[in-house]
Structure formats: C-alpha cells, structure tokens
C-alpha cells in the first residue's frame, strides 16, 4: 500500500511538474475595455494540438501549456495575433494583451521625414480669438486614467513647418489653437511623432485629445556609454521604454544567480547593464528607438531584442540556457593548469602528453518547426526566420537544407531543400553559429561561444560534442575520419583533432594564433595559415608538426595542389598572390598584381562571425591552368604557368565571399546583390540575379536552385544554370582546388 501512495505521489508530481507554464491572453477592444465571452484558440501544430479557452470578466484566456513546442493563439477574424514557446523542462508564466482592433483604429501611421526641414515656432496661443482655428486640449493620463502633470507636448506642422510646444497643467491638460483641415504630429516629451492629429475643417471647433504616457522610472548609474539599473519596479513598458525580462538557466534547468547581463543598442554605444536575482530573473528597462544585441559575459549575440519607436508600453521576455559564467572560468583555469603542466614536461615532445586532455560536452535540445517562416515566390521560396541576425551560408546535401535560424539565435535547422518544409530543429547550447561542414554523414559546426557538435546530418541526433573555450574564431574541418579544429586551449591557442563519428581525442599541436578561418587538409597533411601569418603543416594521422615559416606574412588560407601552396600574403611591403614550395615552404612566385585584400574587423569578443566565415583573398585552382583570386574592388584570373593575367573584372565583395567554380564559369555575388558569372578563361560576363539586399555568405546552388542568404532571409531561386556548390568553401577539407 506504502508503495502505492509514494507511486501515486510521483505520478502526480510528475503531472503537476510538466503542467507549470500558464499562459494568460488578456484581449480588449480599441476604447479600452475588456472582452469577455470571446473563443481564443491555441495551436500547437508540430504536436497537432489544438486547445480552446473563453475570455473571462477580466477580458483573459487562460491556458495550461503542457507539451512543448510552439502555440499560435487566433481569436475571431485575428489570426496568429500572438505566440509562446514552451520549451521541454522549463515552468513559468507568461501574460500578454492584445487590442482587437478590426478597423485598424491603432494601426500607427508612418513618421514624417524631418530631417531637411527648418523648422519655426509656432505661439500655441496666437490663434485663440480667430474663428477659423481649432481649439485642442491634450489630456495626458497613465494606463490607469490618472493625469499626469509637467508634460512637455510639442504638436508639429510638417505642412507649415511650424512646432508648437506647452506643458501639461497640474490636471494634466494642454491647450493649443491650431489652424483647421491639417494633420499633426504629436511629440511628447523626446518621443518624436509619439501620435498623430488630425483636424477637420471646422472652423471654432473645440476638440480633445487623450495620450496614453507612462514616465519611466528606473534607478540606474550611468557609468560612460553603460547604464547599469538595479531593482527595476516597472511592471510593463512605459512610452519612452520596453521592459524586458531574460530567464536564465544552467543546461540543468537550474536558474543562474548573480550572472551579469548586457543589452547592446545596435546603432550606438548604449549599453544597459543588470544582473540575474535569486530566481536567475533580470529585468531591464531598453530605450526605444533601436535594436539591442543581448550578452552575457562568456557569450555574445544571443538573442536581438527590438525596441521600435512605437505607440504602447512593450513588454519583452526570453529565456536562454548559458553554462554559467562560473563553470566557464572554473573550465578555462583548468585547461589552463593542463597546458602549463603539459607545457613544463612535454616542451620537446608535445604529442606524448595527449592521454592527459579532457573535454566537456554541451548538451542540446530537440525544437519543433518555427511559426511561419516559409513563403512562396514567383521565383522558388523564401526562408525567413524573422529578428535574429544574419543567416549566413547555407549547407545543402542531397535534399536536405540546413541552415542556422540566424546570428543571434542558438536554433538549426534541417529542411527540405527544394520545398523549404521542416524536417528537425535543434536548440545548440550557444549562439553565435558557424556555416554547417558536411562530412561522411555528419555535420560539424562551430559556435563563437563556445563548441564543436557533430550532429546526424539525417536525423538531427548529436553524436557528440566538445566544449572548447570562451570564444571561437573558425570553422570546423573534417577529412577521412577526423574533425580538425582550432581555438585557445585555456589561453594557449591549438590545432586539435577529434574524431568523426566518437568525438574521441586524436591529438593536439600548439600554434602561436587563432586560424584564418579554418585549417585546410590535402593528402596527409594539415595546413594552418595563423592570424599572425605564420604557416604550419602538420601530419593529419600523428598531428606531428612537419613544416612551419614565417618568411611571409599570410593574410588568407591556404590552397594547396601538388607541390605548390597557392596564398595570398604580405611581400615586400605589398600583398600578392604566391605561391609557396610545399616541402620547404619556401618562396616559389610572387605574381606581378598588388592586391586591396579583405580583411575581418578584428575586434576580439565583438563579432566572432565575422572571423569564423572569413575568405577574404582565398585563392582558387582550377585544373592546375588558372588561379582565381577576389580583393576589395576586383576578381582576377592569373596563368598558372605564365603568371599572367588573364582577366579582370570589377566587383565589390564581402570578406565571406568565395566563388563557385563549375562548368567552366566562375559565380560571386557582389555588394549590391548582382551574382554574376564570368567564363574562367575569357572573363566573359553575365549577370545571372539581382537579389535586394545586402548578400550573407557565399551563394549555394544544387539541382537548379540557388540559395543565397540576404537580410536575415535566405532565397530559394530557380535557375537554369544546373552549378554544383553545396557548402561553405567547397567541401569539408576546404582545400578549394577543381580537378
């Protein structure tokens, strides 16, 4: 019987456990008032789940999330009018209101340009006694009716170019005369266009105007460009501000206490700084009128956070995963004692202390398809996981597409390659994601901050994974049955192999610097051109190191066919094409043309990507007959016999561009979003698209399809040109030569 009730008791806890995320929809309509007697229902499609609940007195719809996955909630004629996320392991609760607004009573009207007006102030008293004006009191009251006084209120003529400004009494009203048959723009406080006013053409009309103003209040220490707020009271946005609220947990479900958090504004040097309390809850308070990138301190680029300027009192909430800002320097202190201990005993002889390194993995978690991410075109589709950065290169292999959701997203994705429908996602424990390599049945993909993962590139599985260090600055690369990959052993940058399928150590070398994007293999070697510009080559099987030089300065990776090494390097005070002896690493040729090459911001900790898909001046060898080599401003074809030029061809690239070569053309996509191709041998040009936007990543192709990465949105586009490029620099060696 004993063990009965204790059985009944787990079962019920368990029930009880799973059932903790309660979702509150509160709906009312365009005058303020709550909507009782209303259907709302929630729709969780991946689990064919479908639940309906009826709005109370208090105008809410009360749902139990039990099963994870995403839920679109619709009510009457408004579809999809909000969405949760309910992620497995995870409790809370969560309230939102929306306005059922049919009419588009609250649709907000565009903001005027005023940036080349001259603007005149305007008397708002001069017209009191002209029986054409208009008489318009502004009445300024809080979310809960109260007035609120010392109002400043500017109502803006964008037609007469003429500003009109007062303050609020102590009742909270303002008063202007203003000429009749205009439209106005309402500015209160600094918030510019805050509302819009229109006056008939009434001559001695009296007409009254209620603003919803909600004045922030948050204690805050201004420290430079960084506000660092404290004990946040507000409870929902304010008109000026969006409250924002980040969850944060360790891979155990377990919230993480006293963890710094940062909120970077994307268009300036504002920085809002808090810290998590004794729930791993932080509130902050986000000025409107930008973009802000969320950071932890081991970890940037989580998560984009959007503060429009726009009407309302915006409430924001997330909830992230993070090791632990703890774990991470406990992790880097003992990798460190490793290598000081390894470096003292093994100086001559690093190999033989390979059976001392350890590794951590970093969990991952199963994630349904995103709301509403595929769209039809007239061209093919459109891929948009919708506010999360760049999307960068994709990787596609046989059908199937798969693609990160975007720079600051920690969610991957596996799709059908010529329809764009969801086949699996994962949740990877860090943002910051690099282009997908493909290997022998396996995807291996980096993240800035912090790990390799192999993951079953059929069913979305994690063979495993190997948490590397604070921050990573390349791509993964993998030939035969290893991974190679290269980041700062605590502090101590290395090449290290791993693996394939096992994640097992295979060994490590010490290098003086972070890789050039990545390492590249060829035969039985692995080369590694250093940010610093030196050059190595190692034993792929041994990891003995064979060859390393410093006698140029090598500003790109490497290519690599027979006994020649293809680069682009620093000579004599100028960059140029050469070409290096492979056995010695000599100096063989330097061809004739200076090259402008593309270079990576290089500012540490501040855009890891920018490093892990660089490209830069990488050069291309095709049937041993010709090099291609981009810069700043061109691309060039040389001899390789001759050295001589062939052709040469403006065009403005990226640092992450590389070209496709197949079918004897040669395929880049410029900055303005031209993908041209131009004939190897002649440099004949075509322009094959012009896509909007700026492009992300190199242009992929596969079976007539182009998949090309612009805005946060990659484009799925018919072509009749049948090039063969499925991922990021070629293949999984990255050795970029064609046979």
Not at 348 to 367: G, L, R, Y
Not at 529 to 555: C, H, M, P, R
Not at 561 to 566: E, F, H, P, R, S
């Given at each position: 019987m004993k063990s009965l009730i204790l059985f009944l008791f787990f079962c019920m806890s368990t029930i009880y456990a799973a059932a903790q995320f309660t979702y509150t929809?509160?709906?009312?309509?365009?005058?303020?008032?709550?909507?009782?007697?209303?259907?709302?229902?929630?729709?969780?499609?991946?689990?064919?789940?479908?639940?309906?609940?009826?709005?109370?007195?208090?105008?809410?719809?009360?749902?139990?999330?039990i099963e994870p996955g995403n839920y679109s909630f619709s009510f009457l004629e408004s579809k999809d009018i909000a969405s949760a996320e309910v992620k497995e392991g995870f409790s809370g609760k969560f309230t939102r209101s929306v306005t059922y607004d049919p009419k588009g009573v609250f649709v907000e009207k565009p903001k005027a340009d005023r940036s080349n007006i001259v603007f005149i102030t305007g008397d708002p008293f001069k017209l009191r006694n002209d029986r054409s004006a208009c008489k318009v009191n502004i009445l300024v009251k809080t979310t809960k009716r109260a007035l609120v006084p010392h109002v400043k209120i500017s109502i803006v003529s964008i037609k007469n170019k003429t500003v009109y400004s007062s303050k609020t009494n102590a009742s909270g009203k303002a008063t202007f005369y203003l000429p009749a048959n205009q439209e106005f723009e309402i500015d209160v406080e600094d918030l510019v266009a805050y509302d819009h006013l229109f006056i008939k053409n009434y001559g001695g009309m009296e007409m009254s105007e209620v603003i919803f103003y909600e004045r922030t209040k948050v204690n805050e220490i201004e420290k430079g460009d960084t506000l660092v707020q404290n004990r946040i009271s507000q409870?929902?946005?304010?008109?000026?501000?969006?409250?924002?609220?980040?969850?944060?947990?360790?891979?155990?479900?377990?919230?993480?206490?006293?963890?710094?958090?940062?909120?970077?504004?994307?268009?300036?040097?504002?920085?809002?700084?808090?810290?998590?309390?004794?729930?791993?809850?932080?509130?902050?308070?986000?000025?409107?009128?930008?973009?802000?990138?969320?950071?932890?301190?081991?970890?940037?680029?989580?998560?984009?956070?959007?503060?429009?300027?726009?009407?309302?009192?915006?409430?924001?909430?997330?909830t992230r995963r993070y090791r632990g800002s703890k774990l991470i320097e406990q992790l880097i202190a003992e990798q460190k004692a490793e290598m000081d201990?390894?470096?003292?005993?093994?100086?001559?002889?690093?190999?033989?202390?390979?059976?001392?390194?350890?590794?951590?993995?970093?969990?991952?978690?199963?994630?349904?398809?995103?709301?509403?991410?595929?769209t039809l075109t007239s061209q093919g589709f459109d891929i948009n996981f919708n506010n999360s950065g760049r999307a960068g290169t994709p990787t596609v292999i046989d059908d199937k597409m798969y693609s990160q959701q975007g720079l600051y997203s920690s969610n991957y994705f596996c799709l059908k390659a010529n329809t764009g429908s969801f086949i699996w996602g994962l949740e990877l424990g860090e943002s910051g994601i690099s282009p997908a390599v493909y290997h022998n049945g396996v995807l291996l993909i980096n993240t800035a901050s912090c790990t390799l993962y192999a993951i079953d590139a059929d069913s979305g599985e994690l063979l495993w994974s190997r948490w590397l260090a604070s921050y990573v600055y390349s791509t993964p690369t993998a030939d035969d049955n290893s991974v190679y990959v290269v980041y700062s052993h605590g502090e101590y940058p290395v090449i290290v192999s791993f693996d394939l399928r096992t994640g097992e150590f295979n060994w490590m070398q010490p290098v003086d610097n972070e890789a050039i994007a990545c390492p590249v293999v060829a035969?039985?070697?692995?080369?590694?051109?250093?940010?610093?510009?030196?050059?190595?080559?190692?034993?792929?099987?041994?990891?003995?190191?064979?060859?390393?030089?410093?006698?140029?300065?090598?500003?790109?990776?490497?290519?690599?066919?027979?006994?020649?090494?293809?680069?682009?390097?620093?000579?004599?005070g100028t960059e140029k094409l050469v070409v290096l002896d492979r056995k010695t690493l000599k100096l063989k040729k330097a061809y004739p043309t200076s090259l402008t090459s593309l270079k990576t911001s290089g500012i540490r900790n501040a855009d890891e990507t920018d490093q892990m898909n660089f490209n830069g001046s990488h050069p291309i060898v095709y049937q041993n007959k010709v090099v291609v080599v981009t810069d700043r401003n061109s691309i060039r074809a040389f001899d390789t016999q001759s050295e001589k030029l062939i052709w040469e061809k403006s065009i403005t690239t990226n640092s992450d561009q590389l070209p496709?070569?197949?079918?004897?053309?040669?395929?880049?996509?410029?900055?303005?979003?031209?993908?041209?191709?131009?004939?190897?041998?002649?440099?004949?040009?075509k322009l094959i698209k012009k896509i909007d936007g700026e492009i992300e990543g190199q242009p992929i192709a596969r079976n007539g399809l182009l998949y090309i990465a612009t805005g946060g949105i990659i484009k799925i586009i018919k072509s009749l040109h049948l090039f063969e490029w499925n991922q990021w620099n070629k293949d999984a060696s990255h050795n970029t030569v064609w046979k």
């Open positions: 929809l509160r709906i009312k309509d365009t005058q303020g008032r709550l909507m009782n007697n209303v259907e709302v229902t929630a729709e969780n499609k991946s689990q064919n789940i479908t639940l309906k609940a009826t709005t109370d007195n208090q105008g809410k719809a009360i749902f139990q999330l409870i929902s946005g304010t008109s000026s501000h969006i409250l924002y609220t980040l969850n944060l947990k360790n891979f155990n479900g377990v919230p993480l206490v006293d963890e710094p958090v940062y909120l970077k504004a994307m268009n300036s040097d504002r920085v809002v700084e808090g810290k998590t309390n004794s729930q791993g809850v932080c509130k902050l308070m986000l000025l409107k009128g930008d973009d802000y990138i969320l950071n932890l301190k081991h970890e940037s680029g989580l998560l984009l956070v959007n503060a429009p300027s726009s009407k309302g009192f915006k409430t924001e909430s997330s201990a390894i470096m003292a005993r093994y100086d001559s002889d690093f190999n033989s202390a390979n059976q001392e390194m350890t590794f951590h993995d970093t969990p991952v978690q199963k994630i349904d398809a995103p709301n509403d991410y595929l035969g039985s070697e692995v080369h590694l051109a250093s940010q610093s510009g030196i050059y190595y080559v190692f034993d792929k099987e041994s990891g003995d190191k064979k060859l390393t030089s410093s006698s140029v300065k090598v500003v790109s990776s490497p290519t690599i066919i027979g006994d020649k090494i293809y680069v682009t390097a620093t000579f004599g496709i070569v197949a079918n004897n053309r040669v395929i880049i996509t410029s900055t303005s979003g031209d993908v041209m191709s131009y004939d190897i041998m002649t440099g004949n040009s």
